[in-house]
């Protein structure tokens, strides 16, 4: 099946700061998913974005599909950010819209 | 408000013991999901149902079992067959094709 992997693993921001995630996958995609999984295990919807760019406030996009790669962006970091980033992505090749997850970023914004 | 519920948010369960965990929404989505994550893991879907009457197995389905009698309800049992049932699941639905929508999750324990 395809494989998704996330960098960097872990990451530890001073209030303020920007940062990259980024996110690998094997194979082409009909769709790819960024999510935010706050302390209490809820998995909030960032962008649904299998090509091109988004951005939603502090928060943008962009996966570049035929290099199969996707980009998060996290500008002026707010402890509220901490968490944990989730990339997953439905490969073209599966029938149904099935999403794999990577590992995950953690991110910790420290005031 | 559109979305899905999960219930309950805890559950104990004892050795040999079935279970069974709800999800409803009420998004309209034709497809339904249930993911198990373990602790620092990212999740791993377990079974799928895109339409009404149907499901397919996922990665890791052994040991639960699933119906889907109604468009809105995809309720998943984690039976005694189920050798480490102990995790945090999530319940999510999409339209197709289109992005995920999750629950706020169950944590189960084997007590």
């Known amino acids: 099946g395809i494989q998704v992997e996330q960098s960097p693993p872990d990451l530890i921001l001073q209030e303020g700061a920007n940062s990259t995630l980024r996110c690998n996958f094997s194979?082409?995609?009909?769709?790819l998913q960024w999510f935010h999984q706050n302390p209490w295990g809820q998995l909030i919807n960032l962008f649904y974005?299998?090509?091109g760019t988004k951005q939603n406030g502090r928060l943008s996009a962009t996966t570049v599909a035929t290099e199969r790669y996707s980009l998060l962006y996290i500008s002026s970091s707010q402890t509220t950010d901490s968490g944990v980033y989730f990339c997953?992505?439905?490969?073209?090749?599966?029938?149904?819209?099935?999403?794999?997850f990577g590992g995950g970023t953690r991110v910790l914004v420290k005031p | 408000d559109g979305g899905i519920t999960q219930s309950p948010k805890y559950l104990f369960r004892k050795e040999g013991q079935n279970v069974t965990l709800s999800c409803e929404q009420n998004?309209?989505?034709?497809?339904m999901y249930w993911y198990r994550q373990d602790p620092g893991q990212g999740l791993r879907l377990i079974y799928y149902s895109q339409i009404v009457n149907d499901f397919q197995k996922g990665d890791i389905a052994e040991g639960y079992s699933v119906s889907r009698e109604k468009k809105e309800s995809f309720p998943l049992t984690v039976t005694s067959a189920q050798k480490n049932p102990t995790a945090f699941y999530l319940c999510a639905s999409s339209p197709q094709p289109g992005g995920y929508t999750f629950g706020s999750g169950t944590r189960l324990t084997v007590v």
């Open positions: 998004l309209n989505h034709d497809a």
């Open positions: 974005i299998p090509s």
């Open positions: 997953a992505v439905d490969s073209i090749k599966a029938a149904g819209n099935k999403l794999t």
């Open positions: 194979d082409s995609v009909n769709n």
